[in-house]
């Protein structure tokens, strides 16, 4: 028997002699659904397990308190390799995207690999990266890259749920973006002249944005919603304010968008007396640069263990990751893996039920191999490694 083969057997032994702690406490992150960067039992949960299993673990990452970095270092030299582990929720569904799955995966791949990282070489390194979901200061990872903390790092990792298997997919880059104008009160029936309605302002300018959805920005996926258009109807409103997700195939495509709503609101602004404020109200994210050579390693890895075939076409990129900013620096695979049939869609309380069932946990434990035995990989074939690094 092969030197590699001994290890791939001392993981898969040590994963399934801890499967069932590991079930317990994505069982325990599902149960106590948190939204981002309020995420304290999940990032006390995964913590411990890190810790019990000798990680060196810090807390409060940057801007985001329930953020942590672990690492399990050999005393030889060798690559750094990391997971990226996510545990927010979402608002009144829960764990409507299998979170409390990912967070898990990646943990316990790290922890995994941790077993024989004095073999390896190198280091292990477990992000935990609140707010995936975005919101008020969303999406850690972005504030991760932008402070430098995956500049060391040699090639990242995590896996998510999802109704089919498949290797990592496209995303779409996302300018998350607020609109506030400013007018002037005044009495909606009493002397309505001298007031400057901010409302009206917005409402134009939410209008010109849909038209300009069906021409200019027809190759975008811009949505809102109004969140402030007054407090009286009998009030000239004096302020409102709307959300925006610009989404758009590249990260030059929704930047460039978003210049040309700043001309517009300056229209707009020319036109009906107000002043406005654009504003992010959290990181932006970038579109994911895919690496082949990686996501045809998974395949490989994928195909050796379950002898299936693995799905590798790409479809039509509907969403966003703040793994994409990851890509951005260092080479990231974020396969998909089956939770459910292929009915299932995520962000539903139908994904949050399959999150938490026997196939959910089946999927964790075959994510956590797949993930460590990827990983591996890269520990024992430095060449690899660096033709991955280099294919960016």
């Known amino acids: 028997m092969s030197e590699l083969q001994i290890k791939k057997d001392k993981l898969i032994n040590f994963i399934d002699k801890n499967k069932d702690k590991w079930v317990h406490a994505s069982k325990s992150i599902h149960a106590k659904p948190e939204l981002g960067n309020q995420e304290f039992f999940a990032q006390k949960t995964l913590g411990k397990l890190l810790e ?7 807390y409060n990452i940057v801007s985001h308190e329930t953020g942590f970095i672990a690492r399990k270092s050999s005393s030889k030299s060798g690559p750094k ?5 996510e545990y927010d929720a979402l608002p009144d569904i829960g764990h409507g995207c299998g979170h409390n799955l990912i967070g898990l995966g990646s943990v316990g791949a790290g922890i995994a690999i941790g077993e024989i990282i004095e073999e390896l070489g190198g280091e292990v390194i477990v992000f935990g990266t609140p707010a995936e979901e975005g919101g008020d200061n969303g999406s850690a990872k972005a504030t991760y890259v932008n402070e430098g903390l995956f500049n060391d790092i040699d090639a990242a990792l995590m896996f998510h749920p999802s109704n089919k298997d498949s290797i990592t997919q496209s995303s779409q880059s996302v300018e998350p973006i607020d609109i506030e104008f400013f007018g002037q009160t005044a009495h909606a029936a009493g002397n309505p002249e001298k007031g ?6 917005l409402i134009h300018f939410y209008n010109i944005l849909h038209t300009y959805q069906l021409s200019k920005f027809k190759n975008l996926n811009i949505h809102g919603v109004i969140l402030d258009g007054g407090k009286a109807a009998n009030v000239i409103p004096d302020y409102a304010r709307a959300r925006f997700y610009v989404r758009g195939k590249t990260s030059g ?57 693995i799905e590798t076409a790409q479809v039509k990129a509907g969403g966003s990751t703040d793994a994409a900013n990851v890509s951005h620096v260092i080479p990231v695979i974020h396969p998909y893996l089956s939770i459910g049939g292929e009915s299932l869609v995520g962000h539903t309380t139908e994904f949050t039920e399959a999150s938490c069932s026997e196939k959910g946990f089946d999927t964790l434990i075959l994510g956590i191999k797949l993930l460590s035995l990827t990983a591996l990989e890269l520990y024992e074939n430095k060449e690899l490694l660096e033709d991955i690094k280099g294919e960016r």
Do not use: C, M, W
């Open 52 to 58: 019990d299993s000798n990680f060196s673990v810090q």
């Open 81 to 85: 390799i990391a997971f990226l582990a």
């Open 196 to 201: 400057i309605n901010a409302l009206h302002a």
């Open 253 to 309: 495509e929704s930047l460039e968008a978003v210049e040309i709503i700043k001309d517009i609101l300056d229209g707009i602004n020319k036109t009906f007396g107000t002043t406005s404020k654009l504003t992010y109200f959290q990181n932006r994210v970038d579109h994911f640069i895919l690496t082949p050579k990686f996501d045809k390693l998974f395949e490989k890895v994928y195909e050796d263990y379950t002898g299936n075939k």
